[in-house]
Structures are given as structure tokens and as C-alpha cells.
């Protein structure tokens, strides 16, 4: 990564003196102002890098996916490179280079993906590695034709050793111990589940012995996601069968600064405004508080306090014969200023008082009213695990249409599905991308939302 880091750095470096030169802003003295855009850029490369997948194995992926990667990074560095130059002044002139310098970014961002892969692909097809497959199982037979298909990747299956129930551990030793010997095979994949876990002590010793490396395969563990990983106590592997970035302590002081600093840019700026005109539209329409106040659950299942602008009237029932009552499309109990403020989802301007105190954040899973996640929970696969981190005012479920009433279990399912993949997927970028999604619909309109 380290590698690829600086390469990136040094193309950022090449587009934005190009961008200068091309908008006649190169010279003999080096300003200040340049320095400066140049560091800014620079950190943003580097944060966006490390707080998502951009470095991540290509050899999964195809260089598609690598074009559209290099497309949203040079979009996030222009933004910046735009955002910048308004700040320190730079002449209107000297902004057109925003476009030159996203064009020649996403090119030299694009070409080092692409001269890369080929130069690694090049190195494989010469130096292919054979393999061997102890056990045989959907896994092993998805893994060895991935090996097959993408000769690139640098494996040769030389065989798979098929291991039935009643196995004897000598025969399956002698097989092993032949190929090794008369095929000089580099790697070895052990699938887990077939072998007892003495026998597997002893085929990992055996295959030691000889220069090849061991790999075991934790069979069923893709069952659960896709994204494991695993991590050491002391010396002792364990398998986390959930990735979650923010339970690193460096993503999460990120992403709680800028909630912080978002959050009071807002109520140092237009929320004051905001606020009391909608207030008084509230106060004119209906009687009743301003403000609407609901116990819910937030990050480990802990009850905190949201706060919402009233949309209802003020005596209408959240719970009817035991059972919580949703809002649905033309609810009566919603007030003419209600339908307007749940529309455009300007009944939740409050809850960044939430996000200021720390018991929300502005993008996550939205927090249901308690009585609906104690109904839920037991009905929905995975339910609780949305609350593994901080509860949000948008999320990945409400940009992509989850939202509104959940008559279905189905519904409510698709909406944990996403709430489940935006906590496995986080990145700084992709709260920024919700952000962005959100006003958007804000401004064309939700039919969901009502």
C-alpha cells in the first residue's frame, strides 16, 4: 500500500502542476497558497485512501471497477482542489483549472491502477505458483475454478485431494506427501471441516516439513458474510465473522469530529432560522408542544432521548391494543405542517442536538421508536446488529428507498440488509456520499416519505 500511496501522491502532485501551468499560474517563486492546496490535497488523498477499499486486492476485481474507483477519487480531489482555491482567494481565471485538474487526475490516477495491475499480471503469468486442495466442498471448487478462470491471479491447481467421512489419515498423508515431492507444489489449502482436529495437527506438521506454505480454509464462514477478518489475541487466532471499521478508535474520533463540527456549523448558520419559522408554522397550525420527544434505542441497545419537530397532533396514540402504529400514507393523525416537515424530512432537523450531545451520529442505521425494535427484533435475521454503531439522522437504507412504513417482515429485513452493509462498508467517503444523496432527495422529493 506504502507503494501505491506515494505513487498516487506523486500523480496528485503532477495534475496539479500541470493545472497551473495549463491556466498560466506556474512561475519562477513557489506561493504559499500552492503549498498549501497542495498539503490539503494530499491529506484528503490520504485519508479518503485509508478509510475506504481503494488499495484493496484488485485481483478480485476488474479494471471497470478500477476506472470507476480512480473516477470518484479524482472527483473528491477536485472538489477539494475547487473548495481551496474559493478560500484563499484565487481568481476566477485561475478556478478554471478545477476541470483541467480533474481530467488530468482521474487519467494519471487511472493509468498508475492500470500499469500496475498489468505489471503485477505479467510477474504471475511467469512465476505461477501450483497448489494443492486437501478436502472438496462448494468452497474449494469455487476457489480452484477462480484459480482456473484467472491464470493472472499466478495459481495452478495441481490437484484436490478428496476427503470422504470415514478418511483414512495415512492414505490422505501418502497423497499429499507424492505431490508434494513430484510436483513441488508451493501452497497448500486445507478445507477445516473435513479434518478432525488432531488429523489436522498432523497434516499441518507433515506439510511443514517441506518448503510449501499452509493455508487452512475455515469452511462456512462465507455463510455468515463476506467480509471476515482475523485478528490475534496474544498468539491466538480468532475469526470475526463482521468487519466494522468503527471499532477502530481513529475512525470513529473521524467521524465523530465531523459531526461535531458539521452540527455546529449549522446551528451557528441557518438552523436558528430554520428552527423558529418552523416553529411558528407548527404553533399556527396545531396545538401542542414544538417539539416531539421518543425514547429510542442507539449504540448497543442503550435508550436515549430523540428529539424530532412535532408532525402529529398532539394526542394521537403511538401504540393501539399493544401493538405500535407506523405512519402510513394519509395517516390522519398527521398535521397539514407534519406532512410538509416528513415530505422533505424537516421534522428531523432536531436530532442534531443529538448528534452535538453524542447519542446519534449524522449518517447510520435510523433509530426505530423502542416498541417497534422490541417487535422487530425477534422477527427480523440479524435485527440488533444495526445498533453496533451510533443510530443516524440519514442512512444507507432511507438513500436507496428502505424507508418509510414496514407493513411486511420482508420490508424491515431490507432495511437491516442495508443498515448491516453500511456498517461492514464504512468509509468517511461513503457518509459524505449518503450526505450528499440525502439533500438530493430532499430537494427532488421521497414518495416513501410521508
Known sequence: MEFRLALDLLMVFIAFSLSMFLTHRIGLQVRKRDILQVGILFITWYQFTTSTEYYRNFRSFNIVEDMFVALKGAALLSLIYAAVAFLVGIGGDERSGFLIFFIITFCLLFLRKYLYRKIYQYFKLNNV???????????????????????????????VIDVEDNYDLRVVSQELQG??????????????????????????????????????????????????????????????????????????????????????????????????????????????????VQDRWGLNNHLFSAFKFRSMSANSKDVLHGKYQQAEKNDARVTRVGAFLRKTNLDELPQFINVFLGSMSIVGPRPHPAPLNEESKDQVDQYLQRHLVKPGITGWAQIN????????????????????????????????????LTVWKMVKGDSQAY
Open 129 to 159: 505458483i501450483p497448489v494443492v486442495f486437501v478436502g472438496n466442498s462448494s468452497t474449494v471448487k469455487e476457489m480452484s475454478e477462480s484459480m482456473e478462470l484467472r491464470p493472472w491471479m499466478g495459481y495452478s491447481v495441481i490437484g
Open 179 to 292: 505431490l508434494i515431492e513430484s510436483d513441488e507444489i508451493q501452497r497448500i489449502f486445507i478445507l477445516e471441516s473435513v479434518i478432525q482436529k488432531e488429523d489436522l495437527d498432523i497434516l499441518v506438521t507433515t506439510c511443514l516439513s517441506h518448503t510449501v506454505q499452509v493455508f487452512i480454509i475455515p469452511d462456512g464462514l462465507k455463510f455468515y458474510t463476506e467480509r471476515y477478518k482475523v485478528q490475534f489475541f496474544d498468539r491466538l487466532p480468532i475469526v470475526a465473522v463482521r468487519s466494522n471499521p468503527l471499532e477502530l478508535t481513529k475512525y470513529r474520533l473521524l467521524k465523530r469530529l465531523f459531526d461535531i463540527v458539521f452540527s455546529l456549523m449549522l446551528f451557528l448558520t441557518v438552523l436558528p432560522f430554520v428552527f423558529l419559522v418552523i416553529a411558528i408554522a407548527i404553533k399556527l397550525d396545531s396545538s401542542g408542544p414544538v417539539f416531539f
Open 401 to 436: 428507498g428502505a424507508r418509510g412504513e414496514t407493513k411486511e417482515i420482508s420490508q424491515m429485513q431490507k432495511r437491516v440488509d442495508f443498515d448491516i452493509w453500511y456498517i461492514e462498508n464504512w468509509s468517511f467517503y461513503l457518509d459524505v456520499k449518503i450526505i450528499f
